[in-house]
Protein backbone atom coordinates (compact mmCIF):
# COMPACT_ATOMS: atom_id res chain seq x y z
CA UNK A 1 0.00 0.00 0.00
CA UNK A 2 3.26 2.30 0.86
CA UNK A 3 4.09 1.38 -2.87
CA UNK A 4 0.95 2.40 -4.71
CA UNK A 5 1.45 6.10 -6.17
CA UNK A 6 -1.48 8.00 -4.63
CA UNK A 7 -2.03 10.03 -7.97
CA UNK A 8 -1.28 8.66 -11.49
CA UNK A 9 1.74 9.88 -13.16
CA UNK A 10 0.53 11.13 -16.14
CA UNK A 11 -2.50 13.30 -14.35
CA UNK A 12 -1.66 16.59 -14.70
CA UNK A 13 -3.55 19.91 -13.35
CA UNK A 14 -5.80 21.09 -15.50
CA UNK A 15 -6.56 25.11 -14.70
CA UNK A 16 -10.26 25.80 -14.19
CA UNK A 17 -11.42 27.69 -17.39
CA UNK A 18 -12.44 30.90 -17.09
CA UNK A 19 -16.28 31.88 -18.51
CA UNK A 20 -16.34 34.31 -21.17
CA UNK A 21 -18.11 36.79 -18.91
CA UNK A 22 -14.71 36.70 -16.80
CA UNK A 23 -12.20 36.76 -19.57
CA UNK A 24 -9.92 39.92 -20.34
CA UNK A 25 -9.39 40.51 -23.97
CA UNK A 26 -6.53 42.34 -25.20
CA UNK A 27 -6.12 45.54 -24.74
CA UNK A 28 -6.89 47.36 -28.27
CA UNK A 29 -9.80 44.89 -28.78
CA UNK A 30 -11.15 45.80 -25.23
CA UNK A 31 -11.03 49.44 -25.90
CA UNK A 32 -12.65 49.05 -29.28
CA UNK A 33 -15.86 47.18 -28.59
CA UNK A 34 -16.07 49.01 -24.76
CA UNK A 35 -16.17 52.06 -27.44
CA UNK A 36 -18.72 50.48 -29.53
CA UNK A 37 -20.96 49.95 -26.32
CA UNK A 38 -20.33 53.55 -25.32
CA UNK A 39 -21.62 54.40 -28.88
CA UNK A 40 -24.56 52.47 -29.21
CA UNK A 41 -26.18 54.22 -25.54
CA UNK A 42 -24.41 57.58 -25.97
CA UNK A 43 -27.70 59.49 -27.04
CA UNK A 44 -29.79 57.61 -24.64
CA UNK A 45 -27.36 59.25 -22.00
CA UNK A 46 -27.38 63.02 -22.97
CA UNK A 47 -31.09 63.01 -24.51
CA UNK A 48 -32.63 63.30 -20.75
CA UNK A 49 -30.55 65.89 -19.54
CA UNK A 50 -31.00 67.53 -22.51
CA UNK A 51 -34.34 67.24 -22.50
CA UNK A 52 -35.17 68.13 -18.83
CA UNK A 53 -32.60 71.05 -18.50
CA UNK A 54 -34.24 73.74 -20.73
CA UNK A 55 -37.34 72.17 -19.16
CA UNK A 56 -36.53 73.17 -15.98
CA UNK A 57 -34.66 76.79 -17.42
CA UNK A 58 -31.29 75.93 -17.38
CA UNK A 59 -28.68 77.92 -20.19
CA UNK A 60 -27.30 76.11 -22.88
CA UNK A 61 -24.38 75.73 -20.44
CA UNK A 62 -25.84 74.76 -17.43
CA UNK A 63 -27.40 72.11 -20.26
CA UNK A 64 -24.31 70.97 -21.36
CA UNK A 65 -23.00 70.82 -17.49
CA UNK A 66 -25.94 68.56 -16.85
CA UNK A 67 -24.77 66.05 -20.19
CA UNK A 68 -21.40 65.67 -19.21
CA UNK A 69 -22.05 64.98 -15.57
CA UNK A 70 -25.04 62.65 -16.75
CA UNK A 71 -22.19 60.84 -18.84
CA UNK A 72 -19.88 60.73 -16.27
CA UNK A 73 -22.16 59.18 -13.48
CA UNK A 74 -23.45 56.41 -16.10
CA UNK A 75 -20.19 55.62 -16.39
CA UNK A 76 -19.36 55.15 -12.42
CA UNK A 77 -22.83 53.20 -12.72
CA UNK A 78 -21.38 50.47 -15.38
CA UNK A 79 -18.55 50.00 -13.38
CA UNK A 80 -20.48 49.24 -9.90
CA UNK A 81 -22.16 46.75 -12.20
CA UNK A 82 -19.63 45.69 -14.38
CA UNK A 83 -16.80 44.70 -11.44
CA UNK A 84 -18.54 45.33 -8.24
CA UNK A 85 -17.77 44.79 -4.61
CA UNK A 86 -19.20 43.16 -1.96
CA UNK A 87 -23.07 42.27 -2.54
CA UNK A 88 -23.13 44.98 -5.05
CA UNK A 89 -23.16 44.71 -8.58
CA UNK A 90 -24.35 41.97 -10.85
CA UNK A 91 -20.80 41.42 -12.16
CA UNK A 92 -22.19 41.10 -16.07
CA UNK A 93 -21.79 42.99 -19.06
CA UNK A 94 -24.51 45.10 -18.01
CA UNK A 95 -24.37 48.76 -18.82
CA UNK A 96 -26.03 51.44 -16.98
CA UNK A 97 -27.20 55.03 -17.73
CA UNK A 98 -29.99 58.08 -17.43
CA UNK A 99 -33.07 56.32 -17.29
CA UNK A 100 -35.75 58.02 -19.52
CA UNK A 101 -38.36 56.70 -17.16
CA UNK A 102 -37.84 59.62 -15.08
CA UNK A 103 -37.78 62.49 -17.46
CA UNK A 104 -41.44 63.38 -17.35
CA UNK A 105 -41.66 62.99 -13.50
CA UNK A 106 -38.87 65.46 -13.25
CA UNK A 107 -40.17 67.72 -15.53
CA UNK A 108 -43.19 67.83 -13.88
CA UNK A 109 -40.93 67.98 -10.40
CA UNK A 110 -39.12 71.01 -11.59
CA UNK A 111 -42.18 73.08 -13.42
CA UNK A 112 -42.58 76.58 -11.64
CA UNK A 113 -39.62 75.72 -9.18
CA UNK A 114 -36.91 78.31 -10.46
CA UNK A 115 -33.35 77.89 -9.07
CA UNK A 116 -34.86 75.14 -6.86
CA UNK A 117 -35.99 72.57 -9.66
CA UNK A 118 -32.65 70.69 -9.80
CA UNK A 119 -31.73 70.21 -6.08
CA UNK A 120 -35.84 69.52 -5.21
CA UNK A 121 -35.57 66.68 -8.12
CA UNK A 122 -32.00 65.47 -7.23
CA UNK A 123 -33.31 64.83 -3.44
CA UNK A 124 -36.02 63.35 -4.28
CA UNK A 125 -33.80 60.99 -6.56
CA UNK A 126 -31.25 60.38 -3.38
CA UNK A 127 -34.01 59.04 -1.20
CA UNK A 128 -35.51 56.88 -3.71
CA UNK A 129 -32.46 55.55 -4.74
CA UNK A 130 -31.66 54.65 -1.20
CA UNK A 131 -34.97 53.21 -0.42
CA UNK A 132 -34.13 50.96 -3.43
CA UNK A 133 -31.13 50.05 -2.07
CA UNK A 134 -32.90 48.68 0.96
CA UNK A 135 -35.96 47.01 -0.74
CA UNK A 136 -33.24 44.97 -3.26
CA UNK A 137 -33.22 41.69 -1.18
CA UNK A 138 -36.68 41.67 -1.23
CA UNK A 139 -38.03 43.19 -4.41
CA UNK A 140 -37.34 39.44 -6.12
CA UNK A 141 -40.67 38.62 -4.08
CA UNK A 142 -42.70 41.64 -5.46
CA UNK A 143 -41.63 41.21 -8.92
CA UNK A 144 -44.32 38.89 -9.92
CA UNK A 145 -46.81 42.13 -9.93
CA UNK A 146 -44.98 43.23 -12.06
CA UNK A 147 -45.73 41.10 -15.63
CA UNK A 148 -45.66 42.01 -18.62
CA UNK A 149 -49.17 43.79 -18.59
CA UNK A 150 -47.12 46.45 -15.83
CA UNK A 151 -44.35 46.82 -17.56
CA UNK A 152 -45.16 46.99 -21.12
CA UNK A 153 -47.74 49.50 -20.45
CA UNK A 154 -45.02 51.41 -18.33
CA UNK A 155 -42.77 50.96 -21.01
CA UNK A 156 -45.14 52.40 -23.63
CA UNK A 157 -45.87 54.75 -21.61
CA UNK A 158 -42.35 56.70 -21.28
CA UNK A 159 -42.10 56.29 -25.38
CA UNK A 160 -45.18 58.09 -25.89
CA UNK A 161 -44.73 60.52 -23.41
CA UNK A 162 -41.47 61.78 -24.76
CA UNK A 163 -42.32 61.75 -28.18
CA UNK A 164 -44.10 65.12 -28.00
CA UNK A 165 -40.36 66.88 -27.03
CA UNK A 166 -39.08 65.15 -30.07
CA UNK A 167 -41.96 67.16 -32.09
CA UNK A 168 -41.38 70.69 -30.20
CA UNK A 169 -37.71 69.86 -31.36
CA UNK A 170 -38.63 69.48 -34.74
CA UNK A 171 -40.17 72.76 -34.94
CA UNK A 172 -37.01 74.99 -33.48
CA UNK A 173 -37.59 74.06 -29.50
CA UNK A 174 -38.54 77.81 -28.66
CA UNK A 175 -42.73 78.73 -29.23
CA UNK A 176 -41.76 82.22 -29.33
CA UNK A 177 -39.27 82.53 -31.92
CA UNK A 178 -39.96 83.38 -35.52
CA UNK A 179 -39.51 80.48 -37.51
CA UNK A 180 -40.79 77.98 -34.89
CA UNK A 181 -42.88 75.40 -36.89
CA UNK A 182 -40.69 77.11 -39.90
CA UNK A 183 -40.73 74.69 -43.02
CA UNK A 184 -36.82 74.89 -42.78
CA UNK A 185 -37.02 73.37 -39.56
CA UNK A 186 -39.27 70.30 -39.60
CA UNK A 187 -38.06 69.75 -43.31
CA UNK A 188 -34.76 69.45 -41.41
CA UNK A 189 -36.12 66.96 -39.02
CA UNK A 190 -37.85 65.01 -41.71
CA UNK A 191 -34.51 64.87 -43.54
CA UNK A 192 -32.47 63.82 -40.26
CA UNK A 193 -35.46 61.19 -39.92
CA UNK A 194 -35.24 60.20 -43.02
CA UNK A 195 -31.01 59.64 -42.75
CA UNK A 196 -31.20 57.39 -40.06
CA UNK A 197 -33.89 54.88 -41.28
CA UNK A 198 -31.55 54.69 -44.00
CA UNK A 199 -28.83 54.20 -42.40
CA UNK A 200 -30.42 51.35 -40.32
CA UNK A 201 -31.61 49.66 -43.42
CA UNK A 202 -28.44 49.57 -45.51
CA UNK A 203 -25.84 49.71 -42.79
CA UNK A 204 -24.52 46.98 -41.04
CA UNK A 205 -23.01 45.65 -37.70
CA UNK A 206 -21.52 48.47 -35.76
CA UNK A 207 -22.06 51.21 -37.91
CA UNK A 208 -25.85 50.19 -38.10
CA UNK A 209 -25.67 50.21 -34.28
CA UNK A 210 -24.77 53.83 -34.04
CA UNK A 211 -26.97 54.92 -36.53
CA UNK A 212 -28.43 57.50 -34.30
CA UNK A 213 -25.19 59.19 -33.41
CA UNK A 214 -24.64 59.31 -37.15
CA UNK A 215 -27.53 60.42 -38.41
CA UNK A 216 -26.91 63.54 -35.66
CA UNK A 217 -23.57 64.21 -37.17
CA UNK A 218 -24.72 64.15 -41.01
CA UNK A 219 -27.59 66.21 -40.34
CA UNK A 220 -25.80 68.79 -38.21
CA UNK A 221 -22.88 68.75 -41.19
CA UNK A 222 -26.03 69.80 -43.75
CA UNK A 223 -27.25 72.47 -41.20
CA UNK A 224 -23.90 73.60 -41.09
CA UNK A 225 -24.21 76.09 -44.49
CA UNK A 226 -27.85 76.65 -43.78
CA UNK A 227 -27.19 78.92 -40.69
CA UNK A 228 -28.59 76.48 -38.33
CA UNK A 229 -25.78 75.78 -35.85
CA UNK A 230 -24.70 77.38 -32.99
CA UNK A 231 -20.54 77.05 -31.85
CA UNK A 232 -20.96 79.05 -28.54
CA UNK A 233 -21.66 75.79 -26.04
CA UNK A 234 -18.14 74.60 -27.70
CA UNK A 235 -16.01 77.66 -27.64
CA UNK A 236 -17.16 78.04 -24.08
CA UNK A 237 -16.55 74.85 -22.37
CA UNK A 238 -13.18 73.56 -20.88
CA UNK A 239 -11.50 70.99 -21.77
CA UNK A 240 -10.87 69.28 -18.43
CA UNK A 241 -13.28 69.74 -15.83
CA UNK A 242 -14.80 67.66 -12.56
CA UNK A 243 -18.47 67.54 -12.43
CA UNK A 244 -18.59 69.99 -9.10
CA UNK A 245 -20.82 68.16 -6.17
CA UNK A 246 -24.10 69.63 -5.85
CA UNK A 247 -23.24 72.04 -8.24
CA UNK A 248 -27.12 73.49 -8.80
CA UNK A 249 -26.94 73.43 -5.10
CA UNK A 250 -27.61 71.22 -1.81
CA UNK A 251 -30.41 68.78 -2.32
CA UNK A 252 -34.03 69.33 -1.54
CA UNK A 253 -36.96 67.15 -0.05
CA UNK A 254 -39.51 67.65 -0.75
CA UNK A 255 -42.58 64.29 0.06
CA UNK A 256 -44.55 64.80 -3.32
CA UNK A 257 -41.35 64.84 -5.32
CA UNK A 258 -40.19 61.43 -3.20
CA UNK A 259 -43.36 59.18 -3.84
CA UNK A 260 -43.46 59.94 -7.54
CA UNK A 261 -39.54 59.42 -7.88
CA UNK A 262 -39.87 56.47 -6.03
CA UNK A 263 -42.39 55.30 -8.47
CA UNK A 264 -39.88 55.97 -11.31
CA UNK A 265 -37.44 53.92 -9.30
CA UNK A 266 -40.15 50.67 -9.22
CA UNK A 267 -40.25 50.41 -12.86
CA UNK A 268 -36.38 50.95 -13.25
CA UNK A 269 -35.65 48.14 -10.63
CA UNK A 270 -38.97 46.17 -12.47
CA UNK A 271 -37.27 46.63 -15.87
CA UNK A 272 -33.63 45.96 -15.05
CA UNK A 273 -34.28 42.42 -13.30
CA UNK A 274 -36.21 41.84 -16.47
CA UNK A 275 -33.00 42.88 -18.25
CA UNK A 276 -30.47 40.94 -15.68
CA UNK A 277 -32.44 37.99 -16.70
CA UNK A 278 -32.36 38.39 -19.95
CA UNK A 279 -28.50 38.75 -19.97
CA UNK A 280 -27.92 36.29 -18.60
CA UNK A 281 -29.59 33.99 -20.69
CA UNK A 282 -27.12 35.28 -23.47
CA UNK A 283 -24.19 34.88 -21.98
CA UNK A 284 -24.79 31.80 -20.88
CA UNK A 285 -24.58 32.81 -16.75
CA UNK A 286 -28.71 32.17 -15.65
CA UNK A 287 -28.77 35.09 -13.11
CA UNK A 288 -30.24 33.82 -9.75
CA UNK A 289 -31.24 35.34 -6.91
CA UNK A 290 -27.96 36.66 -5.55
CA UNK A 291 -27.15 38.11 -9.28
CA UNK A 292 -30.23 40.03 -9.19
CA UNK A 293 -30.22 41.39 -6.05
CA UNK A 294 -26.62 42.61 -6.66
CA UNK A 295 -27.89 44.02 -9.68
CA UNK A 296 -31.04 45.98 -8.27
CA UNK A 297 -27.89 47.22 -5.32
CA UNK A 298 -25.65 48.63 -8.40
CA UNK A 299 -28.67 50.26 -9.79
CA UNK A 300 -30.20 51.97 -6.53
CA UNK A 301 -26.36 52.49 -5.29
CA UNK A 302 -25.65 54.79 -9.04
CA UNK A 303 -28.97 56.45 -8.55
CA UNK A 304 -28.28 57.33 -4.97
CA UNK A 305 -25.08 58.70 -5.65
CA UNK A 306 -25.46 59.85 -9.13
CA UNK A 307 -26.93 63.88 -7.98
CA UNK A 308 -23.84 63.93 -5.70
CA UNK A 309 -22.32 64.66 -9.32
CA UNK A 310 -25.37 66.27 -10.68
CA UNK A 311 -26.49 63.36 -12.54
CA UNK A 312 -30.03 61.50 -12.86
CA UNK A 313 -31.61 58.17 -11.77
CA UNK A 314 -29.76 55.67 -13.34
CA UNK A 315 -31.31 52.06 -14.59
CA UNK A 316 -30.17 49.26 -17.47
CA UNK A 317 -29.61 50.21 -21.11
CA UNK A 318 -31.61 47.12 -23.10
CA UNK A 319 -30.34 48.20 -26.48
CA UNK A 320 -26.95 47.18 -25.25
CA UNK A 321 -27.82 43.94 -24.37
CA UNK A 322 -28.62 43.80 -27.94
CA UNK A 323 -25.33 44.58 -28.45
CA UNK A 324 -23.90 41.51 -26.76
CA UNK A 325 -26.52 39.05 -28.55
CA UNK A 326 -25.28 40.56 -31.56
CA UNK A 327 -21.12 40.64 -31.25
CA UNK A 328 -21.27 37.96 -28.94
CA UNK A 329 -18.61 39.43 -26.81
CA UNK A 330 -19.23 38.57 -23.51
CA UNK A 331 -16.44 40.09 -21.35
CA UNK A 332 -17.99 42.32 -18.41
CA UNK A 333 -15.05 43.83 -18.54
CA UNK A 334 -15.52 45.06 -22.32
CA UNK A 335 -18.27 46.79 -20.57
CA UNK A 336 -16.39 47.97 -17.76
CA UNK A 337 -13.92 49.34 -20.35
CA UNK A 338 -17.00 51.38 -21.62
CA UNK A 339 -17.66 52.67 -18.18
CA UNK A 340 -14.20 54.17 -18.25
CA UNK A 341 -14.70 56.12 -21.31
CA UNK A 342 -17.99 57.23 -20.51
CA UNK A 343 -15.88 59.13 -16.88
CA UNK A 344 -13.19 60.57 -19.28
CA UNK A 345 -15.92 61.82 -21.54
CA UNK A 346 -17.70 63.20 -18.30
CA UNK A 347 -14.24 64.46 -17.30
CA UNK A 348 -13.79 67.08 -20.96
CA UNK A 349 -16.80 69.77 -20.54
CA UNK A 350 -15.92 70.44 -24.50
CA UNK A 351 -16.78 66.55 -25.46
CA UNK A 352 -20.53 66.98 -23.87
CA UNK A 353 -21.03 70.10 -25.18
CA UNK A 354 -20.68 69.25 -29.13
CA UNK A 355 -23.88 67.48 -28.34
CA UNK A 356 -24.89 71.52 -27.88
CA UNK A 357 -24.28 72.13 -31.50
CA UNK A 358 -26.97 69.84 -33.16
CA UNK A 359 -29.52 72.37 -34.07
CA UNK A 360 -33.17 71.16 -32.30
CA UNK A 361 -35.10 69.95 -35.38
CA UNK A 362 -32.21 67.53 -36.66
CA UNK A 363 -32.20 66.41 -32.61
CA UNK A 364 -36.04 66.44 -33.14
CA UNK A 365 -35.76 64.10 -36.02
CA UNK A 366 -33.93 61.78 -34.59
CA UNK A 367 -35.48 61.86 -31.34
CA UNK A 368 -38.75 60.11 -33.22
CA UNK A 369 -36.59 56.99 -33.78
CA UNK A 370 -34.47 57.02 -30.84
CA UNK A 371 -38.35 57.87 -28.45
CA UNK A 372 -40.59 55.41 -30.61
CA UNK A 373 -38.27 52.78 -29.97
CA UNK A 374 -38.73 52.81 -26.52
CA UNK A 375 -42.60 52.76 -27.30
CA UNK A 376 -41.97 50.06 -29.76
CA UNK A 377 -40.03 47.75 -26.96
CA UNK A 378 -43.48 48.33 -24.62
CA UNK A 379 -45.61 47.01 -27.34
CA UNK A 380 -43.09 44.05 -27.78
CA UNK A 381 -43.26 43.38 -24.14
CA UNK A 382 -47.24 43.71 -24.26
CA UNK A 383 -46.89 41.24 -27.33
CA UNK A 384 -46.03 38.93 -24.47
CA UNK A 385 -48.80 39.55 -22.19
CA UNK A 386 -51.55 36.87 -22.83
CA UNK A 387 -54.18 39.77 -23.77
CA UNK A 388 -56.57 37.71 -24.22
CA UNK A 389 -56.57 36.06 -20.96
CA UNK A 390 -58.64 37.33 -17.88
CA UNK A 391 -58.99 41.39 -18.11
CA UNK A 392 -55.44 41.97 -19.27
CA UNK A 393 -57.19 44.16 -22.56
CA UNK A 394 -58.81 46.13 -20.02
CA UNK A 395 -56.03 47.00 -17.91
CA UNK A 396 -53.60 48.01 -20.67
CA UNK A 397 -56.80 50.44 -21.67
CA UNK A 398 -57.56 52.08 -18.67
CA UNK A 399 -53.73 52.52 -17.66
CA UNK A 400 -53.08 53.64 -21.36
CA UNK A 401 -55.67 56.14 -21.30
CA UNK A 402 -55.74 57.43 -17.75
CA UNK A 403 -51.55 57.95 -18.70
CA UNK A 404 -52.27 59.68 -21.59
CA UNK A 405 -53.94 62.61 -19.91
CA UNK A 406 -51.22 64.69 -19.37
CA UNK A 407 -49.80 64.68 -22.86
CA UNK A 408 -53.45 65.11 -24.51
CA UNK A 409 -55.15 67.44 -22.50
CA UNK A 410 -52.12 69.02 -20.50
CA UNK A 411 -54.26 71.18 -18.32
CA UNK A 412 -56.86 68.11 -17.11
CA UNK A 413 -55.84 68.31 -13.49
CA UNK A 414 -55.03 72.12 -13.09
CA UNK A 415 -57.77 72.55 -10.25
CA UNK A 416 -56.10 69.98 -8.34
CA UNK A 417 -53.71 70.91 -5.57
CA UNK A 418 -49.99 71.50 -6.62
CA UNK A 419 -48.23 68.06 -4.51
CA UNK A 420 -50.51 65.88 -6.57
CA UNK A 421 -49.82 67.99 -10.00
CA UNK A 422 -46.19 66.42 -9.24
CA UNK A 423 -47.90 62.91 -9.68
CA UNK A 424 -50.59 63.46 -12.19
CA UNK A 425 -48.77 65.36 -14.07
CA UNK A 426 -46.97 62.53 -14.84
CA UNK A 427 -48.90 59.94 -17.33
CA UNK A 428 -45.61 57.28 -16.26
CA UNK A 429 -46.63 57.63 -12.77
CA UNK A 430 -50.29 57.56 -13.25
CA UNK A 431 -50.26 54.85 -15.69
CA UNK A 432 -48.05 52.71 -13.51
CA UNK A 433 -50.16 53.01 -10.47
CA UNK A 434 -53.20 52.48 -11.93
CA UNK A 435 -51.46 49.21 -14.29
CA UNK A 436 -50.62 47.93 -10.83
CA UNK A 437 -53.82 48.26 -9.06
CA UNK A 438 -55.47 47.10 -11.51
CA UNK A 439 -53.44 43.88 -11.92
CA UNK A 440 -53.81 43.50 -8.41
CA UNK A 441 -57.68 43.70 -8.49
CA UNK A 442 -58.55 41.16 -11.83
CA UNK A 443 -55.26 38.63 -11.59
CA UNK A 444 -54.49 38.44 -7.86
CA UNK A 445 -57.06 39.42 -5.46
CA UNK A 446 -60.26 37.11 -5.47
CA UNK A 447 -58.51 35.41 -8.34
CA UNK A 448 -59.16 31.57 -7.98
CA UNK A 449 -55.76 29.83 -7.32
CA UNK A 450 -55.53 27.95 -10.20
CA UNK A 451 -56.26 30.26 -12.73
CA UNK A 452 -53.83 33.00 -10.57
CA UNK A 453 -51.12 30.51 -11.05
CA UNK A 454 -51.93 30.30 -14.71
CA UNK A 455 -52.00 33.70 -14.94
CA UNK A 456 -49.27 34.59 -13.33
CA UNK A 457 -47.54 32.23 -15.05
CA UNK A 458 -48.56 33.18 -18.46
CA UNK A 459 -47.31 36.93 -17.62
CA UNK A 460 -44.03 36.65 -15.62
CA UNK A 461 -42.16 34.49 -18.17
CA UNK A 462 -41.78 36.29 -21.20
CA UNK A 463 -41.41 40.29 -19.09
CA UNK A 464 -38.06 38.82 -19.20
CA UNK A 465 -37.04 38.06 -22.63
CA UNK A 466 -37.22 41.54 -23.96
Not at 316 to 329: C, D, E, R, S, W
Not at 333 to 346: C, N, S, T
Not at 423 to 452: E, P, Q, R, Y
Request: net charge neutral.
Amino acid sequence: MANAPRFRKDAVAVPEEKHPVDETLPPLKMFTSGLQHVAAMYAGVVAPPMIVGPAVGLSATETAFLMGASLFTAGLATLLQTLGFWKIGAKLPFVNGVSFAGVTPMIAIGKGEGDNAIPIIFGAIIVAGLVGFLAAPYFGKLVRFFPPVVTGTVITLIGVSLLPVSFNWSQGGNSTASDYGSMQNIGMAALTLVIVLLMRKFLRGFLQQISILLGLVVGTLIAIPLGMTNFDAVSNADVIGFPTPFHFGAPQFQVAAIISMCIVMLVCMTESTADILALGKIVGRPADAKTIEGGLRADTLGSALSPLFNGFMCSAFAQNIGLVAMTKVRSRFVVAAGGGILILLGLCPMAASVIGVVPLPVLGGAGIVLFGSVAASGIQTLASAAMEKGENALIVAASVGIGLIPIAAPQFYHAFPKDLLVVLDSGISTGCVVAILLNLAFNHLGAKKDGAKEEEGAGAEPAFAH
